[in-house]
């Protein structure tokens, strides 16, 4: 029996019950789901938000909210803007539309002291070293803390999802009836996960002492879900549209769905008959772009190709024509007017359709033309005179004049990301024989991207837009609360282990490697592996090793976890290996009845802890083996 230590621990087999490799061992677990009267989901976009709920006593109804306070009068504006406003003290003062709406009318020297925050959530993916402490700057420069924001308006959609839901179940008990889902894109990595949870934990939608209350999603298993629910008239084969949209001859849908569905199961959340099984892969977290069907556990690719793409080309546009430093400057000392320049550019991006031939004028605020007047001392049409911008012409009514060319142009670079990622993603092996490609989400819904992506994959595979396409998300979220055990496989997307001491093996490890202590010599550094990339791992499966307090008495132990995207890793100090993580296990003192127990427990005290892989979060437990009592064990992503 070998033993193996980590860190200020020891770990290794201590009952013959255990394999000797370690201590490892993987087993399936099945999973209690807590009973909540109702599911809220909430889907945080990038670009807009909304939530959705269902009444456990009645899942086939999914309530999505219809009508955001503030949106364009006689729409049902299911999502509103993910916009945040704060007041100059940082309080808390408004959230989507009413926020977007209120910094428009503020006075331009007022709004310099407000905090607005739009777009803010890929800053959590994109920021390599989050932690607890990160900030988010405001459109007037000002920083705050990450958490901070988040919890503003986790709280918003707490405190407007509750007020609903008693108005239509004034019986709902306060307490520990609704289960929350906060959906996040596939791509993020465990801190950001973590993060998000944190958020709701300081937003009061759950306690830290009831973490089963909170689900995190991942969005394209989400709109999977969604997807497989579907009845064959809910959805829409690109090449079914009619020539003039440019997206090739007509197709009967249902032949081919019919032939590809398996019979239906027992889950009372499938439909009679159900669409094929959950998604493949992911290509775009901010348009949530794709869903491949047919094919292994769910494998989660992507990066950052979405709708935001198109805006920072705009903005790019911008700084070529009129000069980066001006941009930066109008944004710092008249942030309230960018904010304008934006929604004025999101209304006509809307607009932008392959089959277009007339030009999309981009009104310009009067600030910005007298801004830029004053600044530079020429009007803005003689600056776009001078920059020599082909397509792009200006309109006497204050306004960017931009031709269909010029507006193919932006959107150009996101789409060709997104076309490079799927065919990369289509010539894996394991996907070979896929038949059917979702577009969802928000960024879906451009008749630009729907064009490039039937042009790309039409020939290949049916390319599918579901009605909604917007909530498909949102609406698998609330599916997946009700039943998280309806994704029951799912792949690593990281190779996970700890780093521990073995016994030195001459001409195996190398010298550098040795350690010498108290007689003994060890090898340093190894990775002991506790999941692969890309290994299936089954909901539930968990990976079990035992450990020993190095020193009797000791009440806490502290483990580090570390990550690679290869398989192949030997030791911490590989390249690629990093340090994601730390397992802190709380270890209560032995009475002494336990402590004289046979055995000697206090020589020789067994902790075991697991982990588990296979859901969307990395969870641990741990039991004490000489009390059976579990130990409190906590996993953190988020310490530097």
């Keep these: 029996r070998r033993g193996v230590r980590l860190g200020g621990i020891t770990a290794g087999p201590k009952q013959e019950k255990l394999t ?41 109804a999914i309530h999505m ?12 504006n299911q999502k509103t803007p993910t916009s945040l406003l704060l007041t100059p003290e940082g309080s808390f003062h408004s959230f989507g ?7 428009h009318d503020l006075d331009p020297e007022e709004a310099r002291d407000w905090l607005y925050f739009e777009k803010f959530k890929m800053k959590i993916h994109s920021t390599s070293d989050l932690t607890m402490k990160t900030e988010l700057e405001a459109v007037n420069g000002k920083k705050m803390p990450a958490l901070e924001v988040f919890a503003h308006a986790l709280r918003f959609f707490k405190q407007h999802a509750v007020q609903e839901l008693k108005e239509q179940c004034p019986a709902l008990p306060e307490r520990d009836a609704v289960r929350w889902v906060i959906t996040v894109p596939a791509i993020w990595k465990q801190p950001a996960k973590q993060f998000m949870r944190e958020a709701a934990y ?46 090739g001859p007509r197709h009967d849908i249902d032949s081919s769905f019919r032939q590809a569905q398996p019979r239906a199961g027992g889950s ?4 009679p008959t159900p669409l094929p099984p959950p998604c493949l892969g992911r290509a775009v977290p901010w348009g949530r772009g794709l869903c491949l069907t047919h094919g292994p556990p769910p494998t989660h690719t992507g990066g950052p190709y979405g709708a935001v793409g198109v805006d920072l080309a705009f903005e790019r546009l911008l700084c070529h024509i009129f000069g980066e430093d001006f941009i930066a400057t109008f944004k710092a000392k008249r942030p309230a007017a960018w904010v304008d320049l934006t929604i004025a550019f999101e209304a006509r991006k809307r607009a932008a359709a392959p089959s277009r031939a007339s030009p999309l004028n981009v009104s310009l605020p009067f600030s910005f033309i007298d801004f830029y007047r004053k600044h530079r001392g020429q009007n803005v049409e003689t ?38 990622h799927i065919d990369a993603l289509l010539k894996k092996p394991e996907v070979q024989g896929i038949k059917f490609l979702f577009l969802v989400g928000g960024f ?57 001491l073995n016994k030195f093996v001459e001409g195996k490890h190398p010298r550098e490697k040795l350690l010498v202590k108290e007689g003994k010599t060890w090898c340093t550094d190894i990775f002991e592996k506790f999941v692969s990339v890309d290994q299936s791992v089954a909901l539930g499966e968990v990976v079990q090793r035992s450990y020993c307090p190095a020193r009797p008495g000791q009440r806490k132990t502290i483990i580090n976890i570390y990550c690679s995207a290869a398989d192949d890793v030997v030791y911490i100090t590989d390249p690629g290996v990093r340090k994601c993580g730390t397992v802190s296990l709380e270890l209560p003192q032995l009475g002494d009845a336990a402590a004289a127990a046979p055995g000697s427990p206090r020589a020789r005290r067994e902790i075991r802890a697991a982990m588990q892989f296979g859901d969307t979060e990395i969870k641990v437990t741990a039991v004490d083996m000489s009390t059976s009592k579990t130990v409190r064990a906590t996993i953190d992503f988020l310490s530097n």
């Excluded at 539309?97 to 910094?103: P, S």
């Excluded at 759950?206 to 997807?227: F, G, K, R």
């Design 20 to 60: 000797p490799s370690g201590g490892f061992r993987s087993e399936a677990r099945s999973l209690q789901s807590p009973s909540f009267a109702v599911v809220v989901a909430i889907d945080f976009g990038t670009t807009s938000s909304g939530y959705a709920f269902s009444f456990c006593s009645d899942p086939e």
């Design 65 to 76: 909210m219809r009508k955001w306070e503030g949106g364009d009068p006689g729409v049902a």
């Design 97 to 103: 539309y009413t926020a977007r709406d209120y910094y």
């Design 202 to 247: 300081k937003a009061g939608l759950v306690s830290p002492e009831s973490p089963e209350q909170l689900l995190i999603a991942l969005e394209p298993e989400a709109a999977s879900i969604y997807c497989r629910k579907l009845r064959l008239h809910q959805l829409v084969e690109l090449s079914r549209r009619a020539p003039p949209n440019g997206l």
């Design 268 to 271: 009372p959340l499938r439909p």
């Design 383 to 420: 600056a776009l005179k001078k920059s020599n911008v082909n397509f792009v012409k200006w309109s006497s009514q204050g306004m960017l004049r931009m031709s269909p060319e010029a507006m193919s142009e932006l959107f150009q670079p996101t789409i060709t990301q997104i076309i490079n």
């Design 444 to 500: 879906a819904e451009s008749p630009m991207l729907q064009h490039a992506v039937q042009a790309a994959f039409g020939a290949a595979c049916r390319v599918i837009v579901p009605q909604d396409v917007g909530l498909t998300i949102l609406k698998g979220a609330v599916l997946f609360g009700l039943d998280p055990t309806i994704v029951r496989v799912r792949r690593s997307p990281l190779t996970y282990g700890v780093g521990v």
